[in-house]
Nanobody
Framework: QVQLVESGGGLVQAGDSLRLSCVAS????????MGWFRQAPGEQREFVTL????????YYADSVKGRFTISRDNAKNTVYLQMNRLKPEDTAVYYC??????????????????WGQGTQVTVSS
């Protein structure tokens, strides 16, 4: 059983930066694709970004491309989400997730097996 624990959320102003971390335990972190999703109140869960385990390929939602950067440190079983130039519309609970087998599109949240508890990011205008 894989456990994921996010940290790093908080309240910031528009234009600020935050770095989220997600530490994995209990599994073979190096073999998992790792993704970040977010969910705002009243909204569906939304794909943010993914980093592949095999070659470190990264994918981003159009809404965050050029502002957010995902990275991973396999030695620390940790995936990071660096968020720059934050906007009020980035306000959401951010979840990290692990995908063991790629069976659907990487943006499909149902393709991810393990989830963290989420960390709140609030961006004020």
């Amino acid at each position: 059983q894989v456990q994921l624990v996010e940290s790093g959320g908080g309240l910031v102003q528009a234009g600020d930066s935050l770095r989220l971390s997600c530490v994995a335990s209990g599994g073979s972190f190096v073999k998992y694709d790792m993704g970040w999703f977010r969910q705002a109140p009243g909204e569906q869960r939304e794909f943010v970004t993914l980093i592949g385990w095999r070659d470190g390929s990264t994918y981003y939602a159009d809404s965050v491309k050029g502002r957010f950067t995902i990275s991973r440190d396999n030695a620390k079983n940790t995936v990071y989400l660096q968020m720059n130039r934050l906007k009020p519309e980035d306000t959401a609970v951010y979840y990290c997730a692990a995908r063991l087998y790629a069976q659907r599109a990487y943006s499909d949240w149902t393709d991810y097996t393990y989830w963290g508890q989420g960390t709140q990011v609030t961006v004020s205008s």
